[in-house]
């Protein structure tokens, strides 16, 4: 098998793990069927969860423990973009760094671009509270306030 079979076979595992974990939550979810395919004329992201109206539209990245930078391309960012706009929902890069746990959630308006018109992420730069993770987007879709926003009052 070829390396980059193996990693699309592995990227594809990723993605139903989180749509697993965001339906275990209550989210209604959907993978998209042909993500990463040569579907130019559609737009539609990795994987897409409702809860009580609110869409959040994911594009999902895996990366190991060591590397520092995540690079996105232009298309899938504005393909995610697109979406939203059309669905009035959220976009979301949503990476997880394999053998660190959990996912993290970063707004697609923290991504930064590069000279060449693509994205990048610096992961050595996130901190706890520059990313949300799987319950802050349920006490979004619940409309559930952190306790952090009372005690800013």
Known sequence: ??????????????????????WEKGFAVMRAPASGSK????????????????VFAFEVKTT??????????????????????RSG???FIAVKIVGKGGWMFVPVKELVETP?????????????????????????ALGVRPLREFLKS
């Open 1 to 22: 098998m070829s390396k980059s079979l193996s990693n699309r076979k592995r990227g594809f595992a990723h993605e139903r793990d989180l749509a697993r974990r965001l």
């Open 39 to 54: 579907a130019k004329r559609v737009v539609y992201p990795d994987v897409v969860a409702i809860m009580n109206g609110h």
């Open 64 to 85: 190991r423990t060591g590397e520092k930078t995540l690079y996105i391309h232009r298309d899938q960012v504005q393909k995610l973009v697109e979406f939203v706009r």
């Open 89 to 91: 929902g959220t976009a």
């Open 116 to 140: 060449g018109g693509n994205y990048k992420l610096s992961l050595g730069d996130m901190r706890e509270g520059s990313f949300l993770r799987i319950d802050n987007l349920v006490a979004i």
